[in-house]
Structures are given as structure tokens and as C-alpha cells.
């Protein structure tokens, strides 16, 4: 998986405490339940689009790939946003996967950015 942004790592050396105490926070829900990483990193993609969330979803395509998702999964995923937010925000939301998914192949899948 890619390294977190430069920005992310400074945050947990300068609030170590804090990054702890999320750590566990995710640790505990993931272990709530019977979902499987794969399907949580789904259902977390899912939010994070529906949430608006950018940086949200880039990391959740990231960390669905690394539980084994693939591209169709990911893509399916995020398709069922169209009848919960609309088509323009999910268009948005596609566009963002496909971000990551580009980087995964180094080639750029999109021609025009949603914003």
C-alpha cells in the first residue's frame, strides 16, 4: 500500500497520543463484527464517498486493493451511490476512485476532473 501523505505522518509524530487513540478506536470497531477487511474497506469507501470525503476515499480504494479488492469491486462499490446521492456527486466520487486506480497502473483512466 502507498505510504500516508506527508501531512498524516507529521500529524502522528507531533500528536502521537491522539494517532494512538484512533488506532485503537479502528481496531476495536473492526473487531466488533463478522465483516471481513475487505467488505469494512468497501462499506468505508461507500461513507467516505457519500460523506464528500476526497482524501477519505483515496484512502479507502488504497486499503480496499490491499484486502484484496478489485478494480470491479471498487468500482461496484461506489457505483451504488447514484440513487442514494445523485449522479453528479457520484460522478465526483468515480472520479476519486479512479484517481487511485490510476496510480495503482501508472496511467491516468480520466480525461476531465469532477470538482
Not at 501523505?5 to 485503537?24: E, G, H, L, M, V
Not at 473492526?30 to 470525503?53: I, N, W
Amino acid at each position: 500500500m502507498k505510504p500516508f501523505p506527508k501531512w498524516f505522518r507529521d500529524f502522528r509524530k507531533r500528536y502521537p497520543q491522539i494517532s494512538a487513540a484512533s488506532d485503537a478506536l479502528g481496531e476495536a470497531v473492526s473487531a466488533a463484527g463478522p465483516l471481513d477487511e475487505k467488505t469494512r474497506e468497501l462499506v468505508k469507501l461507500g461513507v467516505a464517498l457519500g460523506a464528500g470525503l476526497e482524501g477519505g476515499v483515496h484512502s479507502h480504494v488504497r486499503r480496499a486493493l490491499a484486502a484484496g479488492a478489485s478494480r470491479e469491486d471498487i468500482r461496484h462499490a461506489a457505483l451504488q451511490a447514484i440513487s442514494t446521492l445523485g449522479f453528479p456527486a457520484t460522478m465526483a466520487g468515480l472520479s476519486w476512485v479512479e484517481d487511485v486506480l490510476a496510480q495503482s497502473t501508472g496511467r491516468n483512466t480520466r480525461r476531465h476532473r469532477a470538482h
